[in-house]
């Protein structure tokens, strides 16, 4: 079983910043490809980043290239969202997730884990 727990969220205004970290169990962050993913009120829950056991391998979605920044620190079992010049659009509650190796990392189906979220809120 692999439990993950997500840390850093708040409130900032637009154009600022926050780093999200998700604490992984023993071995989990190593094992597994770790992925953040956000929901937003009455929306579904979308893939944001994700990176592979292989810190070599990160994959975003298009509207958040250039600005978010995923890693991982194996040694902490720690997972880390760097967020820049943050939107409002960007306000959802992020979950951090755990899944198998190989399979496709943007589909949420492929994850196996999830934590129970942090409030992620940009101010217009």
């Known amino acids: 079983q692999v439990q993950l727990v997500e840390s850093g969220g708040g409130l900032v205004q637009a154009g600022g910043s926050l780093r999200l970290s998700c604490a992984a169990s023993?071995?989990?962050?190593?094992?597994?490809?770790m992925a953040w993913f956000r929901q937003a009120p009455g929306k579904e829950r979308d893939f944001v980043a994700a990176?592979?056991?292989?810190?070599?391998?990160?994959y975003y979605t298009e509207s958040v290239k250039g600005r978010f920044t995923i890693s991982r620190d194996n040694a902490k079992n720690t997972v880390y969202l760097q967020m820049n010049s943050l939107k409002h659009e960007d306000t959802a509650v992020y979950y951090c997730?755990?899944?198998?190796?190989?399979?496709?990392?943007?589909?949420?189906?492929?994850?196996?884990?999830w934590g129970q979220g942090t409030q992620v809120t940009v101010s217009a």
């Open positions: 023993v071995r989990a962050a190593n094992d597994y490809t």
């Open positions: 990176v592979r056991w292989s810190v070599s391998s990160t």
């Open positions: 997730a755990a899944g198998a190796p190989g399979l496709i990392a943007t589909l949420r189906g492929n994850y196996d884990y």
